[in-house]
């Protein structure tokens, strides 16, 4: 192994590599023989979403070599799949370094290989992206981003002709024509063609469908002064989530403007992620200083949504990903339902890790829930298997990822942002918020407490210790949860058992009704555990729950 990434590291020191990397490698060789392995001892893999790494020089980093011999891996793909059709593809990017380099090369190896570019002319968000695609007649979408996050990360999402990120049998087939590609003296990147540069039309028309899923556009009108403080975290939600909110009706909405800069190192947070309560520390404080009882951010590319609200106290209160999609499952299957759009033939989507409540729900309206694998390329698969036949009403994620309507096929956070604001001026019809419509959900379906344990395991060693965990788990499973006896463990690398695609995630259930899903992140070395438990005694077993597993 030691003379196998040497070798590797040495390749790099070629002419077909600019000087900047040559330096970057020549340093790493000369001063730190444990980052030279870190960098070169595999190389960066190309999974079912795409690429995600730390950036740098190495056959393990993201750069633009990895970024061009994976565009060609795709693109051939692309050639054989749809061979004799003319083939487009739409590309955006999101405020990281090296985005727009990124999305750049990644557009001239397409262009080389013949594929029409469409290339957004700024920073867009993941969601507009997943929109362009259809709007466009594309075969596939690349989004430059590594979402949430650190700045130390960029990343290569793949999106196929339906707008959704791509899925079997397209990503594995992907996988194998990338990992055909060993050098640069198989990519094609010196075409002459330039990119279909796309902007301001596909805002509008990306916008205009945004606007066409209003329920309570009367109580807007009657309440449009509510007021919210927004956060872009840096990144592509800055210009359309207040555009969105400002065409809805609004227009006491407040930007955290030291925030609105577009900047790749993301200076005033330590993550970019608006899970964190550091992240929203800055929305929370402009809420307070305006007297906004709404908070919202957004991550790097705009697919997530942090939500704070004013609490009983006049304090301002952050909520999880899944009481946000509860309070949005449940306003909009009562709007559904009081304007007489239920027929029956309606469905919501949520993954295996997301809260029960929305179950519950689902079930006081009779409508179709469907359970899916964690992450939203599941969710957008049912809404394409159903098209024309059924209607997708809205589905999310506990990690703060929702959507509504069938024009996006991910997560969507000026979706979401504009159904909570919505929302809001629809409660204050009748002098409630967003506060008291949650204690009124968990008074109808009970009190419903879920949390998320992750550990992280950095570089090789990490992702070994990971594996490791996951055997150990299926081959001892824990015998209680907080006390209560294990009564039923789902494996869902057993398919025929589960009816979805085989995944590296267990699942337990105790006696008294908690659960806990024990599943390696499929973006970042950790491993997570989501637990939940319901009941008035839900927070202190959801505490044990996590004492529990963290030993691990």
Same mark, same amino acid.
């Given at each position: 192994?030691?003379?196998?990434?040497?070798?590797?590291?040495?390749?790099?020191?070629?002419?077909?590599?600019?000087?900047?990397?040559?330096?970057?490698?020549?340093?790493?060789?000369?001063?730190?023989?444990?980052?030279?392995?870190?960098?070169?001892?595999?190389?960066?893999?190309?999974?079912?979403?795409?690429?995600?790494?730390?950036?740098?020089?190495?056959?393990?980093?993201?750069?633009?070599?990895?970024?061009?011999?994976?565009?060609?891996?795709?693109?051939?793909?692309?050639?054989?799949?749809?061979?004799?059709?003319?083939?487009?593809?739409?590309?955006?990017?999101?405020?990281?370094?090296?985005?727009?380099?990124?999305?750049?090369?990644?557009?001239?190896?397409?262009?080389?290989?013949?594929?029409?570019?469409?290339?957004?002319?700024?920073?867009?968000?993941?969601?507009?992206?997943?929109?362009?695609?259809?709007?466009?007649?594309?075969?596939?979408?690349?989004?430059?981003?590594?979402?949430?996050?650190?700045?130390?990360?960029?990343?290569?999402?793949?999106?196929?002709?339906?707008?959704?990120?791509?899925?079997?049998?397209?990503?594995?087939?992907?996988?194998?024509?990338?990992?055909?590609?060993?050098?640069?003296?198989?990519?094609?990147?010196?075409?002459?063609?330039?990119?279909?540069?796309?902007?301001?039309?596909?805002?509008?028309?990306?916008?205009?469908?945004?606007?066409?899923?209003?329920?309570?556009?009367?109580?807007?009108?009657?309440?449009?002064?509510?007021?919210?403080?927004?956060?872009?975290?840096?990144?592509?939600?800055?210009?359309?989530?207040?555009?969105?909110?400002?065409?809805?009706?609004?227009?006491? &909405? =407040? !930007?955290? $403007?030291?925030?609105? @800069?577009?900047? #790749?190192?993301?200076?005033?947070?330590?993550?970019? %992620?608006?899970? /964190?309560?550091?992240?929203?520390?800055?929305?929370?404080?402009?809420?307070?200083?305006?007297?906004?009882?709404?908070?919202?951010?957004?991550?790097?590319?705009?697919?997530?949504?942090?939500?704070?609200?004013?609490?009983?106290?006049?304090?301002?209160?952050?909520?999880?990903?899944?009481?946000?999609?509860?309070?949005?499952?449940?306003?909009?299957?009562?709007?559904?339902?009081?304007?007489?759009?239920?027929?029956?033939?309606?469905?919501?989507?949520?993954?295996?890790?997301?809260?029960?409540?929305?179950?519950?729900?689902?079930?006081?309206?009779?409508?179709?829930?469907?359970?899916?694998?964690?992450?939203?390329?599941?969710?957008?698969?049912? &809404? =394409? !298997?159903? $098209?024309?036949?059924? @209607?997708?009403? #809205?589905?999310?994620?506990?990690?703060?990822?929702? %959507?509504?309507? /069938?024009?996006?096929?991910?997560?969507?956070?000026?979706?979401?942002?504009?159904?909570?604001?919505?929302?809001?001026?629809?409660?204050?019809?009748?002098?409630?918020?967003?506060?008291?419509?949650?204690?009124?959900?968990?008074?109808?379906?009970?009190?419903?407490?879920?949390?998320?344990?992750?550990?992280?395991?950095?570089?090789?060693?990490?992702?070994?210790?990971?594996?490791?965990?996951?055997?150990?788990?299926?081959?001892?499973?824990?015998?209680?949860?907080?006390?209560?006896?294990?009564?039923?463990?789902?494996?869902?690398?057993?398919?025929?058992?589960?009816?979805?695609?085989?995944?590296?995630?267990?699942?337990?259930?105790?006696?008294?009704?908690?659960?806990?899903?024990?599943?390696?992140?499929?973006?970042?070395?950790?491993?997570?555990?989501?637990?939940?438990?319901?009941?008035?005694?839900?927070?202190?077993?959801?505490?044990?729950?996590?004492?529990?597993?963290?030993?691990?």
């Amino acid at each position: 192994m030691a003379t196998d990434y040497l070798e590797r590291a040495k390749v790099w020191l070629g002419e077909e590599f600019d000087e900047e990397t040559r330096k970057e490698v020549t340093a790493m060789l000369e001063g730190d023989p444990k980052q030279v392995e870190d960098a070169f001892y595999r190389t960066l893999e190309f999974g079912t979403g795409g690429l995600r790494g730390v950036m740098g020089a190495g056959t393990n980093r993201m750069n633009r070599y990895t970024v061009c011999m994976a565009t060609q891996g795709l693109a051939n793909y692309l050639k054989k799949n749809f061979e004799g059709e003319q083939i487009s593809v739409v590309i955006s990017f999101d405020s990281r370094n090296n985005s727009r380099k990124f999305a750049e090369v990644t557009s001239q190896v397409l262009m080389a290989n013949g594929i029409k570019v469409f290339l957004f002319d700024d920073i867009r968000p993941t969601p507009e992206l997943s929109f362009a695609i259809r709007h466009l007649g594309c075969k596939s979408g690349i989004m430059i981003t590594a979402s949430h996050n650190p700045k130390e990360y960029n990343g290569y999402k793949v999106f196929w002709e339906d707008g959704g990120q791509i899925i079997a049998p397209h990503d594995t087939a992907i996988i194998d024509e990338v990992n055909k590609i060993e050098s640069m003296s198989q990519v094609l990147c010196d075409g002459i063609a330039k990119a279909t540069l796309i902007g301001k039309e596909v805002d509008d028309a990306f916008l205009g469908s945004v606007l066409s899923l209003l329920l309570s556009p009367e109580s807007i009108a009657r309440h449009k002064d509510i007021g919210i403080a927004y956060t872009p975290l840096h990144g592509t939600g800055v210009n359309l989530v207040p555009e969105a909110l400002r065409r809805l009706g609004f227009n006491n &909405v =407040h !930007r955290v $403007e030291a925030q609105a @800069v577009s900047d #790749g190192n993301f200076p005033t947070v330590v993550s970019p %992620n608006p899970e /964190e309560p550091t992240a929203m520390k800055m929305v929370l404080e402009l809420a307070d200083e305006t007297g906004a009882d709404i908070a919202l951010g957004t991550d790097p590319d705009a697919d997530r949504v942090g939500l704070a609200i004013r609490g009983k106290d006049g304090r301002m209160m952050l909520l999880t990903g899944n009481q946000t999609a509860s309070i949005l499952v449940s306003y909009m299957l009562e709007r559904w339902n009081a304007l007489g759009k239920l027929s029956g033939k309606e469905y919501v989507v949520k993954t295996i890790v997301t809260t029960e409540l929305i179950r519950a729900i689902c079930d006081k309206y009779g409508v179709k829930l469907y359970d899916v694998l964690t992450g939203f390329k599941y969710i957008a698969d049912i &809404v =394409h !298997r159903n $098209e024309g036949k059924s @209607v997708f009403i #809205g589905g999310g994620e506990e990690s703060n990822g929702f %959507n509504a309507g /069938e024009f996006v096929r991910d997560k969507d956070s000026i979706v979401t942002c504009s159904l909570i604001c919505e929302c809001a001026a629809w409660l204050a019809d009748s002098g409630r918020t967003l506060y008291d419509y949650l204690q009124e959900i968990y008074s109808e379906y009970g009190y419903f407490r879920e949390r998320l344990l992750s550990v992280t395991k950095k570089g090789k060693d990490g992702i070994a210790q990971i594996q490791q965990m996951m055997v150990d788990f299926r081959s001892n499973p824990p015998k209680e949860l907080a006390g209560s006896p294990v009564v039923k463990v789902i494996d869902y690398k057993c398919p025929e058992k589960t009816g979805l695609p085989s995944s590296n995630v267990l699942q337990f259930f105790s006696e008294d009704g908690c659960k806990v899903t024990v599943r390696p992140s499929g973006t970042e070395p950790k491993i997570k555990f989501y637990v939940a438990a319901r009941g008035c005694d839900a927070d202190s077993k959801s505490e044990a729950l996590i004492q529990q597993f963290n030993r691990f």
